[in-house]
């Protein structure tokens, strides 16, 4: 039977290195209480102390944190553009899909 992998949070992760960092235990004992391969442990060490617990947000969270900073980026750009401007704007895309038309099915 295969065992299912299993998925911890940022904050476990965060949480198991800073302790094997004070050095109360050695991580082999970390590793037997948690059930986590010692390695996993010293890799998380390492970067610990660089970015703490933001090295471990997965992929989704940080393409979240850099879409909503994209959402906020264009709402500033649409709240400063003037209305003139967008009515220009589509017209001289209307004009162009024309354009294009004439050249292609």
């Known amino acids: ?5 299993r998925r911890l949070s940022a904050a476990y992760k965060f ?10 235990k050695t991580i082999s004992q970390f590793s037997s209480e948690h ?7 010293r890799a998380w060490k390492r970067p610990l102390l660089e970015d703490g ?7 989704g969270e940080r393409k979240q944190r ?6 906020a980026e264009l ?11 967008i009515g220009r704007l ?7 899909k024309k354009k294009v038309a004439c050249f292609g099915p």
């Open 90 to 96: 589509k017209m001289e895309l209307e004009w162009l």
């Open 66 to 71: 850099e879409q909503d900073a994209q959402e």
């Open 35 to 41: 059930e986590i391969h010692p390695n996993m442990i």
């Open 53 to 59: 617990p933001s090295v471990f947000a997965s992929n």
């Open 75 to 85: 709402y500033e750009q649409m709240a400063a553009a003037r209305p003139f401007r």
């Open 15 to 24: 949480r198991i290195a800073l302790e094997a960092l004070e050095g109360s």
């Open 1 to 5: 039977m295969v065992k299912k992998r």
